[in-house]
């Protein structure tokens, strides 16, 4: 079995071991997903911009015609060198018989990296791919401290600059999650810090702290998820990033609108996993799984009084004379909501 340690994943992604043909590399940080992927196909062929060294594959037009993986895998270039199959499997593509037939052929100078999402340790496209011995599986997890900290220092490094222990401290908390996103707000840091030498917490406050408004779809996932962790943890980020609790009350208002007329579709019939799925619900892909738990979690009756709720919580945070007690208001109603996640009644 070739599964790999999330502390071996780094060193294959720098030198892939030419054994492996096949690589699947999957987890629920879809930015280092996409990294990691650019980067190993970057080091299995000549020139990543020939369309003739590189070929991207959908997971649905594969999933439909299994053969054309393995037709691609084994041709031969008309001028040699090296190649590599670009595939991103779909949530709901079954690419397992196409994998399983590319396992079993002799591929000469092409591998086939796999863009995979999050997937359980017994997802068959994992299975086939961790018993194979000319495979490799390659997990990306969220970043942790370590992790977010070594990202800091890397591309402050490749900008020539340093950074205040205070502005690393509020920088922190407000990265993870997605390294690509992640990756972003720090070279956005470094270019608005170029020139200074070193980054201030001030820098960090101006230019990182616009992140908070993308974080904030991620506090609202996990309150209407109900998941009371998350929210703890999302709201302590946003706190840092200096987000107003007005701002966070208006991304739950905002959030509450688009499910209440989604979960209209669902009282009606619809699938909560086609609704999430369906292009024009535009739903980005990294928010489909919260998306499917909130909708079936929440009935319009409810999500009605969620959003009245969240009326009244918005006039009670601009009334509050202190900043401190709106964020209290503000807080107190997101986790009102996650409790709230799943009941039959009530808010």
């Known amino acids: 079995m070739v599964a790999l340690k999330t502390s071996e994943a780094d060193a294959f992604v720098a030198r892939p071991d030419p ?15 996409s990294e990691r992927v ?47 199959i ?62 977010i900290a070594r990202l800091i220092d890397e591309e402050m490094r490749a900008a020539d600059l340093t950074i205040a222990p205070d502005a690393r401290d509020t920088l922190a908390p407000l990265l993870g999650g997605d390294r690509r996103a992640s990756r972003a707000e720090l070279k956005k840091l ?25 974080a904030l779809d991620s506090l609202v996932d996990a309150a209407f998820s ?10 302590a980020k946003a706190m840092v990033a200096g987000t107003s609790a007005s701002a966070i009350i208006g991304a739950g208002i905002r959030h509450i609108d688009r499910l209440h007329a989604l979960s209209l579709e669902v009282a009606g019939g619809a699938s909560a996993s086609a609704l999430a799925e369906r292009p024009q619900s535009g739903i980005h892909f990294s928010r489909k799984k919260a998306f499917e738990k909130a909708l ?7 999500l009605a009084r969620a959003m009245a709720m969240l009326a009244q919580t918005s006039l009670d945070a601009r009334k509050a004379k202190r ?22 009644e009530g808010v």
């Open 86 to 147: 670009r595939v991103r499997a779909g949530p709901r593509s079954n690419i397992v018989p196409a994998v399983e037939a590319v396992l079993a052929a002799p591929l000469r100078d092409c591998r086939v990296v796999i863009e995979a999402g999050d997937l359980k340790r017994n997802a068959p496209l994992r299975v086939i791919c961790e018993r194979a011995k000319n495979a490799v599986s390659v997990p990306c997890y969220e970043d942790d401290e370590k992790k």
């Open 296 to 302: 079936r979690a929440w009935t319009p009756e409810r």
């Open 38 to 84: 650019d980067a190993i196909v970057r080091a299995s062929v000549d020139n990543p911009d020939d369309p003739f060294s590189l070929v991207r594959l959908d997971g649905d037009a594969i999933a439909s015609d299994p053969a054309r993986l393995v037709d691609e895998a084994t041709t031969v270039p008309l001028f040699g060198g090296r190649r590599a």
């Open 19 to 33: 054994a492996r043909t096949v690589v699947l590399v999957f987890g629920p940080d879809a930015g280092l997903v």
């Open 190 to 214: 470094a270019l608005y810090a170029q020139g200074a030498g070193r980054v201030e917490l001030d820098d960090v406050m101006a230019v990182v702290a616009d992140a908070s408004a993308l």
């Open 323 to 344: 900043p401190e007690l709106a964020e209290t208001i503000a807080h107190r109603a997101l986790m009102l909501i996650a409790r709230g996640a799943g009941r039959r």
């Open 226 to 235: 109900g998941n009371l962790a998350d929210v703890e943890k999302e709201f």
